[in-house]
């Protein structure tokens, strides 16, 4: 079928839709247009994917069966006040924008068929994860289209519930960035301890790679896996009590719940609230 699919904001997201789109043979290079402000940006990704590079949003929307909005929450307001009332009325809106409503995107683009997605960073290399919804007026065969772009990023959940978004922003969205984190304090602890740093990296990533590999084959709960490593007076034993001590877990908790505060305040425009300002109950 080969649609015709318009990217706003060629960003990192972006790329990997690209990436994703052209692996999976979803449509032709020569039918992707990318649009941003950048224009050395786009013929960076012209030269590496053979796409169509734009700077003009309404130009870039007028044939397309897909539009797909990849733009930064903060400055989303002002892209919506562009493309309003130019997106063709059979094409479909899909929004990565975190926080972004279906009643935003609907009202700001003056579009209704329109699906609300959360993928992540993984998607680079099509092991990302996206959870997504869709507004009433989205077709079946938009539906499949859908799936088929963000299959190309991985795997993919349909939620009926939008709320699930602004949760799956803070869980998943967000996820790789707690991951990183922690792959980044243990790799730091190794070389605190005198590895050496390639050592530790080398360390750290298998013990999380096989980890993750060995949960998944064996299908048991995390506690029960961490009961095999956890020996009567061991060295685990040790650890996950100063861990615990730490609160570890009602950081992590904290965290994501923040995160997903964060998401629904993006999602109101409250873009520019000050840190200090948060509440740390
Ligand atoms: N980075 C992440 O882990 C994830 C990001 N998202 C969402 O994806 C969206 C994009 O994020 P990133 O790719 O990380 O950001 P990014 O900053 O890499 O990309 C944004 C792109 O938009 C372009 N842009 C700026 N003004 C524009 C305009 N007026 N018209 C068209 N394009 C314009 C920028 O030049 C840039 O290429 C955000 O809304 C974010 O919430 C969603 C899931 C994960
Ligand atoms: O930090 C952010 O706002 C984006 C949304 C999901 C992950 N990163």
């Given at each position: 079928m080969n649609p015709k699919i318009t990217l706003i904001g060629p960003g990192a997201m972006g790329e990997a839709i690209i990436v994703g789109l052209l692996s999976k043979q979803i449509t032709l290079p020569e039918f992707i247009f990318a649009s941003g402000p950048i224009v050395e940006r786009g013929e960076e990704l012209k030269a590496k994917y053979g796409i169509v590079p734009l700077t003009d949003n309404v130009q870039a929307v007028q044939q397309a069966d897909l539009v797909i909005m990849a733009v930064k929450p903060q400055i989303l307001k002002k892209v919506m006040r562009g493309l309003k009332g130019h997106i063709p009325a059979q094409a479909l809106v899909l929004s990565i924008v975190a926080g972004a409503s279906i009643q935003t995107l609907s009202e700001g683009l003056a579009h209704t068929a329109i699906v609300r997605a959360m993928p992540n960073t993984p998607a680079q290399i099509g092991e990302g994860i996206t959870v997504w919804t869709a507004s009433p007026s989205v077709t079946p065969e938009q539906m499949e289209l859908a799936r088929q772009v963000l299959t190309a990023l991985g795997a993919e959940i349909y939620e009926e519930e939008e709320s699930h978004l602004d949760m799956a922003t803070a869980?998943?969205?967000?996820?790789p960035a707690y991951v990183f984190l922690f792959m980044e304090a243990l790799i730091d602890a190794g070389v605190h301890m005198g590895f050496a740093r390639k050592t530790a990296e080398q360390l750290v990533t298998q013990t999380i790679l096989g980890s993750v590999l060995y949960y998944k084959k064996i299908g048991i709960h995390p506690a029960q896996l961490r009961n095999q490593v956890t020996?009567?007076?061991g060295t685990s034993a040790e650890a996950l009590y100063y861990l615990e001590k730490a609160g570890f877990r009602t950081a992590l908790s904290r965290a994501i719940w923040a995160a997903y505060e964060r998401s629904l305040e993006l999602g109101k425009g409250l873009n520019s609230k000050p840190p200090e300002s948060k509440g740390e109950g």
């Open positions: 869980l998943s969205g967000t996820g020996s009567p007076g």
